[in-house]
């Protein structure tokens, strides 16, 4: 009986479209799309510089602003030809412009003579991570500038008294989508996992066919298990795909194993299940069901970890964000792409998974028993 409830599931999935494309195309069509439209990396900061020295030294250290490939200049034809700072102040108000960097007059006679050489740099934090950026770049080039300024007036220096050695570990362009792609595969695991079992129980309500179930000889653990096993199936068979379109795309590849892949991914998405057939038993209509997972779903993305750290978060949010598997799942999945992780190395994740997959489970037993 079971294995003709499997093949029922199996069956509603191939000759309702929807379902179909939901499970196959539409996590494929997100990992093609989003990580772009997700670029978190801050690069063409709309910048005026007004040169009121006109000299050689204010002219290339203009030119190391806009060679560094963050700052776009603004040209005169946008700017209004020969612009002054009121004028370029009036476009920062506007939203039109991010920085304005002033180079007053003298500034060459300055530096050379051994003067304190003053120059603004204006930035507009509106959007306070590219203001934070925009602030950092200009101080990381007129350091370099000026490091490479003395080293022309006094040849004789040729080293600092502090040599800095920086080496970036694991993520080694520090490639932002590199951050955000195993967050995007945590995303879809969740959302079907979540959703399309809660949706068949759901439907087997709307159409009055729960009933018809409930008489039958076969047990509530086996009615909910075979909303639930297709979907796992799928995630299974769907993790190589992902995989392998992370890689071609992105030119992301696993550095670990995908063995661990395939086991955090399925203990994640069992996790959810349950508590999707939660939410599912307390539901007798697909709106009602779907106002509450979209309610859930919000809460379990923003607090996963999938765009921003979760150490960044307050104390009492990272001890929630601890709670939910997608966090260990995000977490675990990161560390097998960018460090190598092996199934050993994400045992901790898998522990706490398990166990709440194994409380999820139990919980949508006992709702669904009281429910039938």
Known sequence: MFGQLLRKEFLLIGNTPMLFWMNTLYPIFILCVLPFATNMDINSIQTIVIDQDR?????????????????????????????????????????????IVTLPKGFERALYSGEEADMSVVVNSINASKGAAAQAYSQLIVGEYQKELVEKMDPRRTKDPIEFCQKTLFNFNRNYKYFVIPGMIGILVTLISIIMPAVGVVQEKEFGTIEQLNVT?????LILLSKALPYWIIIVLLMPILVLMTGVLYGLWPQGSFLAIEAISLLNAISFTGLGLIVANFSSRLQQLMFMVIFLMINVLLMGGVFTPVSGMP?????????????????????????GSTLIDVTQGMLYMMLFSIVMLLLSRLTYHKRG
């Open 315 to 339: 104390i009492w949010a990272q001890f929630i964000a601890k709670l939910l598997p997608n966090y260990y799942y995000t977490r675990d999945l990161r560390s097998i792409y960018l460090r």
């Open 55 to 99: 000299s050689a030294v204010s002219q290339e250290l203009c030119q190391k602003f806009f060679q560094s490939g963050y700052f776009l200049s603004i040209k005169d034809d946008e700017a209004g030809g020969s612009i002054s700072y009121q004028e370029a102040f009036e476009l920062v108000k506007k939203g039109k412009v991010d920085v």
């Open 217 to 221: 000889p076969v047990k509530p653990t």
